[in-house]
């Protein structure tokens, strides 16, 4: 289990984790520019995501959703009307998104603040941030980190097998999102 010393949003809902992912690019914009731009990306704007997507749910049509998402509306929007929840939003710095992605069989929860700070046994709850903040050359430099955290063993066992499956396509949806918000704030 890592723990961070408290220094982002971040920080203060899931400062203790087990699975994590953090990508990082130099973008040659202001860090309100680069914020309104994640903010503002859409799925089809994120090279190989629909494709990753479309494995991922085994290429079953789902209710729009995150696995499932339309070309209309920004990523993060469609996100946080299908399971993810606002967590933070400041701009132009951070916003921070929360979910569950693993839960006993039949239990129905839905994503809070608290089930994402202490996730109970048998639940497994992820975090998602972008970090904005000003470089020396005028631009920004723009993170991306997921965390996930589990409530026990059994569930940290369970999302063990699942990460190493899904990690691969998840780095290259993070680091193609970066690049899909590059685009948009220079463009």
């Known amino acids: 289990m890592i723990r961070s010393a408290a220094a982002t949003r971040l920080d203060e809902f899931m400062p203790f984790w087990q699975f994590h ?13 680069v914020f309104e731009a994640v ?40 996100a946080t009307k299908a399971g993810f929840i606002w967590l933070a939003v400041e701009p132009p710095g951070e916003l921070v998104v929360g979910t569950i992605v693993g839960r006993p069989s039949g239990v129905h929860r839905r994503a809070t603040a608290d089930v994402i700070k202490a996730p109970p046994p048998g639940f497994s709850v992820a975090t998602m941030n972008f970090l904005v ?22 569930a940290r066992r369970r999302f063990a ?21 590059a685009r948009r704030a220079t463009a």
């Open 21 to 33: 992912e953090v990508h990082t690019r130099r973008i040659a914009a202001s860090p309100e520019r």
């Open 39 to 78: 903010r503002q990306v859409r799925a089809d704007e994120i090279l190989f995501f629909r494709a990753l997507t479309w494995i991922r749910r085994g290429g079953r049509p789902l209710p729009p959703g995150i696995l499932n998402a339309g070309s209309s509306e920004p990523l993060l929007d469609i």
């Open 133 to 154: 903040k000003p470089d020396e050359q005028g631009g920004s430099l723009v993170s991306t980190e997921t965390r996930i955290m589990a409530g026990d063993e059994a």
């Open 161 to 181: 097998a699942y990460w190493r499956v899904i990690y691969p396509g998840s780095a290259l949806i993070r680091r193609m999102w970066l690049r899909a918000v």
